[in-house]
């Protein structure tokens, strides 16, 4: 199933359209009924300051300098390299299947180069500059919400850091708490109650009740738009990437080649990539064990 997502964001009524395309299926509108008591109006929210705890500070425990290398910045390179044992039971990235074709290589900045030519990358720019990195490996969902949120121009109304207001994981509101959410990730229905909780506008549907030209035409109308963004809920293992269910926002679509600009907010796994709007189609059919529906 292809989950889609129309969030939207507007100063004058307090709301975000945003289009986004979560786990295996466009969202609909019911399943959000359970939670509608929860879903507090952006009027009825008011700005929240986060206190800062106390530090206490001591002073640091003397260190004995070690022996190094009597000059050389490239010895200096070598030593420093030296002192760190490689982890066994941990990676750094993975190489991407040649399905996807990697942003940042020849073939994927001529994609680019052609995709800006035509009329489906408007949505690019807010996204690239919100680009987000999960935080927590579940996190995935939350991560994809929070940089359409901050694309958007959303004013979360709660204190971050210093005097500044701005979303990531630890300020969204949430359905559930965050350590279980850390554990778990969160469900299409769960993405679409916390989209609206936090004061966007959101539409989505499952692949099975919709064709995929309806998801063309939905996803040309938020690559076309700045005020909209569409995430797509998928399936790794069809992109014969490693994983399983996955949310991540879509960038632009190159409608000569046919690919679909993917922001992997997992960058330290897989970096921004170019796919198959086919493929893509069907990675989001898949069943999630979790609901028993297509993502």
């Given at each position: 199933m292809s989950p889609e997502i129309l969030l939207s964001n507007s100063d004058d009524t307090g709301f975000s359209s945003f289009p986004a395309s979560s786990h295996h299926g466009y969202l609909q509108h019911s399943s959000t009924a359970r939670f509608q008591q929860q879903l507090p109006t952006l009027s009825q929210r008011k700005p929240t300051t986060i206190p800062t705890a106390s530090a206490?500070?001591?002073?640091?425990p003397a260190v004995t300098p070690s022996k190094r290398p009597a000059s050389g910045s490239s010895q200096r390179s070598t030593f420093l390299r030296q002192q760190v044992t490689q982890p066994t039971t941990s990676?750094?990235?993975?190489?991407?299947?040649?399905?996807?074709?990697?942003?940042?290589?020849?073939?994927?900045?001529?994609?680019?180069a052609q995709a800006l030519q035509g009329a489906y990358m408007e949505c690019y720019y807010n996204l690239a500059m919100h680009y987000t990195t999960q935080s927590e490996p579940a996190y995935c969902g939350l991560s994809t919400l929070v940089m359409s949120l901050n694309a958007l121009g959303v004013d979360p109304l709660r204190q971050w850091k210093?005097?500044?207001r701005w979303f990531d994981e630890s300020t969204i509101e949430t359905v559930r708490d965050l350590k279980?959410?850390?554990?778990d990730?969160?469900?299409?229905?769960?993405?679409?109650?916390?989209?609206?909780m936090n004061g966007l506008a959101a539409e989505s549907k499952r692949a099975d009740a919709v064709t995929k030209d309806a998801f063309l035409r939905?996803?040309?109308r938020a690559c076309a738009s700045q005020s909209e963004v569409l995430a797509v809920s998928y399936h790794r293992g069809t992109l014969?990437?490693?994983?399983?269910?996955?949310?991540?926002?879509?960038?632009?679509?190159?409608?000569?080649?046919?690919?679909?600009l993917v922001f992997?907010?997992?960058?330290?796994?897989?970096?921004?990539?170019?796919?198959?709007?086919?493929?893509?189609?069907?990675?989001?059919?898949?069943i999630d064990e979790s609901t028993g529906k297509p993502r």
């Open positions: 206490t500070t001591s002073t640091p990676f750094y990235k993975r190489n991407l299947p040649t399905t996807c074709t990697s942003f940042q290589s020849r073939e994927g900045r001529a994609i680019f210093g005097v500044w279980e959410i850390q554990v990730g969160i469900t299409l229905c769960e993405f679409e109650c916390i989209a609206r939905d996803l040309k014969n990437q490693t994983g399983t269910g996955h949310f991540s926002p879509v960038g632009g679509f190159n409608e000569e080649s046919n690919q679909v992997d907010v997992a960058r330290f796994k897989y970096t921004a990539y170019w796919v198959s709007l086919d493929l893509l189609w069907e990675s989001m059919l898949p």
